[in-house]
């Protein structure tokens, strides 16, 4: 089993910036993803980025530019640095940890924190 802590989020007007923080524990594979989706209300949760053990990273279009993903591999932990941040981008995000390489690898998820941008 791996846990996983969210930290950051909150309120912020547009053109601000956040920084969300996940620190993961448990039994973690040394070939695990880590990255962040986000659900806004009525919404299915998407992918906002990824980032490999290794450093490879991918980015949602409409966050690519403003949003910088991170992660420290010795404390086990990925952040998320938002700027730039616009009304759309309002949802709950949500800290995964996939335990392997594969798409069939279990997935872990944080208990959501929520960002909220006002115009």
């Known amino acids: 089993q791996v846990q996983l802590v969210e930290s950051g989020g909150g309120l912020v007007q547009a053109g601000g910036s956040l920084r969300l923080s996940c620190a993961a524990s448990?039994?973690?594979?040394?070939?695990?993803?880590m990255g962040w989706y986000r659900q806004a209300p009525g919404k299915q949760r998407e992918s906002v980025a990824t980032?490999?053990?290794?450093?490879?990273?991918n980015y949602a279009e409409p966050v690519k530019g403003r949003f910088t993903i991170s992660r420290d591999n010795a404390q086990n932990t990925v952040s998320l640095q938002m700027n730039s941040l616009k009304p759309e981008d309002t949802a709950v995000y949500y800290c995964?940890?996939?335990?392997?390489?594969?798409?069939?690898?279990?997935?872990?998820w944080g208990q959501g924190t929520q960002v909220t941008v006002s115009s």
């Open positions: 995964n940890l996939r335990n392997g390489p594969s798409i069939l690898d279990p997935n872990y």
């Open positions: 448990g039994s973690i594979g040394r070939s695990n993803v």
């Open positions: 980032i490999t053990r290794g450093g490879i990273t």
